[in-house]
Each structure stands twice: as C-alpha cells, then as structure tokens.
C-alpha cells in the first residue's frame, strides 16, 4: 500500500526553465510534508517542507505547494539549474509519530542545458 | 548543516555471515536515530526508529532478531544484519534527528550491502 506516490519517475527539463515535481498521498492523518533530493550511492539531502496549516513555502529557487482536499504538493524549482538534476523524493508524516517518514518511489530530474 | 556519517560505505559479505553498519552524528546530538533500507529503483521503506538507551522500534514485517539495532549513545547507533542471505543485499540508510517531532531527519551517505 504505497501512501505517498510520485506517479512521474523521471522528468526532463532545459536550464532555465521551472521544474514541477507532484507527489499525492493517500493518508489523510499525514500533516507534515518533506522533499529530499538524493544522487546515487548517497543518502538524501532535506531540501524544503510544508506543514499542513500552509499552503505554500518558500525557500530560495525551491517552492512547495500543498493542495490539502487534492492530497497533493508539488515543488516547483525555478530556476532549473544543471546541479539539480538528481533524484527528488518527497515524504510525509503525522506530527507525533516520532517523525516515522514516509516516502514516495522518487522521480528522476534531468537539467539540460 | 548537519553531518551524519556511515560506516562502511560499501560491504560485500557471504551467506550466513553478520554485518554491523555504524551511523554516527557528527556535530550535533541525535535523540533518535532511523534506519531505511532502499532496492533498486524503490522507495526508502523505514525499517526501525532508535532512541538512545531504549529498544528500537521495528516496523511491520521487520525481523527484529534478524535487524539488530543499538543505540548506545547520541550520537551512534549500530545496525547488525545477522545470518546474512542474499535477499539481505540492498542500500541501508540511516538518519539523525536531534530533536523530536518533525525535526529535520538528517541522512547518511548510506551503505550497499551484497550478500554472495
């Protein structure tokens, strides 16, 4: 039972451009949102998140939207950057469960110039 | 930002054998350490969360006598793979979070485990 979903494994996008990655979930008791971006053979990186009393944060090129009734968040990065490209996973998590993440299947970003 | 280190990077070991996995935080105190395992193309799927000086909590279909995992002090804790099989081969990652509730994790570089 995948909870949190990233329906887009790989996505392709020139240098300069924005970047939208989507994940939705499917566990409605998930309050707290996180994107982690890994390249291969290394743990992953925090990269921005979103409780779910917002709907948007921001940090620097990386923003995060969270659409509550669609169980749905993006990251748009804008930007795109060469150095970007890497693996993006987004995960979830119910505040007071001792921070248990959980993730989504990833999706590939590929910064072309 | 916060370092957590793995140790080994990489390890190739036979059926039958144990392995021991060391996660330390570098720079900061972890009260609570995680440990994921990760096939190829897949999800990290969390296999335990630790809390310095208590039992680790194993999730669901986690072998607990076969996933041996202390956490001795705040800043190591030890994942022992025991009785290795091949089915055992896979990329163990560990985090670290110095606070609770949804405090940033911080994850290691991870480790490759193959089992011949």
């Known amino acids: 039972d995948q909870q949190v979903k990233q329906n887009s494994p790989s996505l392709s996008v020139q240098e300069g451009r924005i970047s939208i990655l989507n994940c939705d979930y499917t566990?409605?008791?998930?309050?707290?949102f996180l994107w982690y971006k890994k390249y291969p053979a290394e743990g992953p990186t925090f990269l921005i998140s979103?409780?779910?009393?917002?709907d948007k944060n921001e940090d620097g090129r990386f923003t995060v939207f969270l659409n509550k009734s669609a169980k749905h968040l993006s990251l748009h990065i804008v930007p795109s950057q060469p150095g970007d490209s890497a693996v993006y996973f987004c995960?979830?998590?119910?505040?007071?469960?001792?921070?248990?993440?959980?993730f989504g299947t990833g999706t590939r970003l590929q910064v072309t110039l | 930002g916060a370092v957590v280190s793995q140790h080994p990077s990489w390890v190739i070991c036979k059926s039958g054998t144990s392995v021991k996995i060391e996660c330390r935080s570098l720079?900061?105190?972890?009260?609570?350490m995680f440990w994921y395992r990760q096939f190829p193309k897949q999800s990290l799927m969390l296999m335990a969360t630790?809390?310095?000086?208590?039992?680790?909590?194993?999730e669901q279909g986690v072998e607990k006598d076969k996933f041996l995992i202390n956490h001795a002090s705040l800043t190591l804790s030890t994942l022992t793979v025991t009785s290795a099989h091949p089915e055992d081969s896979s990329f163990y990652i560990c985090?670290?979070?110095?606070?609770?509730?949804?405090?940033?994790?911080?994850f290691g570089p991870g480790t490759r485990l193959t089992v011949l």
């Open positions: 985090s670290a979070q110095e606070g609770v509730v949804t405090d940033t994790q911080y």
């Open positions: 566990n409605s008791m998930f309050d707290y």
């Open positions: 979103i409780s779910s009393i917002k």
């Open positions: 995960a979830a998590t119910r505040t007071g469960t001792a921070s248990k993440l959980t």
């Open positions: 720079d900061f105190q972890a009260t609570t």
């Open positions: 630790s809390n310095e000086g208590s039992k680790a909590t194993y």
